[in-house]
């Protein structure tokens, strides 16, 4: 099947820890990204990669970072867990239109549902 | 910067009712104009889009004109069903490979 697929759907662990999501698209698409959504279903952007290079970081903690070992996958990793990491996180893709490739909308993953207890 | 401004909810309705879930927009120029919906547990879908002024997106019974007089792209659909429930997100692009999303609209249809 084509699509965004996210590993793991579920995700608890202690504060401090370290842990990492990961994320495969297999739609050919060039650019990815990481979404936060927030108890409130406010979603916002956090990292976008084109084609392996790192075009958005929207003022995210350090703690947080992304790797793209080639296009067709976006990795989180997340260091020093806090409990106001606690959220669901989306990847998503799009296909590159150039300067917009926003304008064609986004393939959105299922979400990592991530608890830090 | 260019956003998008939805209705609180949530917006309960019964079976077969009519919806309407307002959205208005401010952006430069005239971006694309996105619905999305996310059922219980699951990622965003794409539900409908609109690329110009005076398009109409439509999808599964859903429909929304993109109106650049009231600057809105309001969402509607004639007769909803149980299985319509779930969020509804309004978005645009908000620059450069960016989406920018509304805060989402909390759909109940009950029997």
């Known amino acids: 099947d084509t699509a965004v697929s996210q590993t793991p759907k579920y995700l608890v662990t202690q504060m401090g820890n370290d842990k990492s999501i990961k994320c495969e698209q297999n739609l050919g698409h060039d650019t990815m990204y990481w979404y936060k959504q927030d108890s409130k279903k406010f979603l916002k952007i956090m990292f976008s990669y084109n084609n392996k290079e790192l075009i958005i970081n929207e003022t995210v903690p350090n703690r947080f970072s992304p790797k793209s070992p080639d296009k067709a996958h976006l990795n989180l990793h997340i260091n020093s867990l806090e409990l106001g990491d606690s959220a669901v996180y989306f990847c998503?893709?799009?296909?590159?239109?150039?300067?917009?490739?926003?304008?064609?909308?986004?393939?959105f993953g299922s979400g990592t549902r991530l608890t830090v207890v | 910067g260019d956003s998008v401004t939805q209705m609180e909810g949530p917006v309960t309705l019964s079976e077969e009712a009519f919806l309407t879930i307002n959205c208005t927009y401010t952006?430069?120029?005239?971006?694309?104009l996105f619905w999305y919906v996310q059922y219980p547990g699951e990622g965003l879908q794409l539900l409908l889009k609109?690329?110009?002024?005076?398009d109409k997106g439509s999808n599964k019974g859903f429909e929304a004109t993109y109106r650049k007089e009231t600057t809105s792209f309001h969402l509607e659909k004639g007769s909803v069903q149980v299985s319509d429930s779930a969020v509804y997100f309004c978005a645009l692009p908000g620059g450069f490979q960016k989406l920018v999303f509304g805060t989402g609209t909390r759909l109940l249809v009950s029997p």
């Open positions: 998503a893709s799009s296909q590159d239109s150039g300067s917009f490739p926003s304008n064609y909308g986004y393939t």
């Open positions: 609109a690329t110009k002024a005076d």
């Open positions: 952006a430069t120029g005239y971006p694309s």
